[in-house]
């Protein structure tokens, strides 16, 4: 099985930045592909960026040119920068993996991310 585990996350003014990061263990997967997805209650869990195994990426037009997704296999680890925040990023920020192209089978806890204006 694969953990994440998601940190990173906090309070910043609306213009700031923050990485969260993803801590990945147990049976790791060099080839998998990683997303961050973020949620906001009420709303359906949106996806905000990816990253396969060959650092091929893909934003959510949201946050295109403002956030950017990165992985350190060596370190088993993936981190999402995010910079010109805006309130409307406000959410609880998850990490997932998918390790066989079926889906995004394993999830984080996820992080809160709150942007004040």
């Known amino acids: 099985q694969v953990q994440l585990v998601e940190s990173g996350g906090g309070l910043v003014q609306a213009g700031g930045s923050l990485r969260l990061s993803c801590t990945v263990s147990?049976?790791?997967?060099?080839?998998?592909?990683a997303a961050w997805f973020r949620q906001t209650p009420g709303k359906e869990r949106e996806l905000v960026a990816t990253?396969?195994?060959?650092?091929?990426?893909f934003y959510a037009s949201s946050v295109k040119g403002r956030f950017a997704i990165s992985r350190d296999d060596e370190k088993n680890m993936v981190y999402l920068q995010m910079r010109s925040l805006k309130p409307e990023d406000t959410a609880r920020y998850y990490c997932?993996?998918?390790?066989?192209?079926?889906?995004?089978?394993?999830w984080g806890r996820g992080t809160q991310v709150t942007v004040s204006s």
């Open positions: 997932a993996a998918d390790t066989d192209g079926v889906g995004y089978r394993y």
């Open positions: 147990g049976r790791t997967f060099t080839s998998y592909t």
């Open positions: 990253i396969n195994w060959n650092s091929d990426t």
